[in-house]
């Protein structure tokens, strides 16, 4: 079992900025790949940005590519989200997640585990 608790959320205005950690126990850490979701009102998940167990790979959705930075520090157990000049439509619930296997990493059913989320809301 891998339990993830995320924390950084809040409120932010737009073109702000804010950073998601999420911190990761039980399991070994660095032996998964982790990744971020979220999910707005009456929308459905949706990928922001995963990274590989050892940190050399990243991906990014389009909506954050530029403004957002996944990374993350294995010796602290820690996954992180920089979000910069953050939009009104960032607005959701960000979840983190842990997959034991690196497939595209862009898709929810790949992940084994999941945090409780932590609200993001952005003001024009």
């Known amino acids: 079992q891998v339990q993830l608790l995320e924390s950084g959320g809040g409120l932010a205005q737009a073109g702000g900025s804010l950073r998601l950690s999420c911190a990761a126990s039980?399991?070994?850490?660095?032996?998964?790949?982790m990744g971020w979701f979220r999910q707005a009102p009456g929308k459905e998940h949706e990928f922001v940005a995963a990274?590989?167990?050892?940190?050399?790979?990243?991906a990014y959705a389009d909506s954050g590519q530029g403004r957002f930075t996944i990374s993350r520090g294995n010796a602290k157990n820690t996954v992180y989200l920089q979000m910069n000049s953050l939009k009104p439509e960032d607005t959701a619930v960000y979840y983190c997640a842990a997959a034991s296997q690196e497939f595209t990493l862009r898709i929810a059913n790949e992940y084994n585990y999941w945090g409780q989320g932590t609200q993001v809301t952005v003001s024009s």
């Open positions: 039980g399991r070994t850490f660095s032996h998964y790949a």
């Open positions: 990274i590989s167990w050892n940190g050399g790979r990243t």
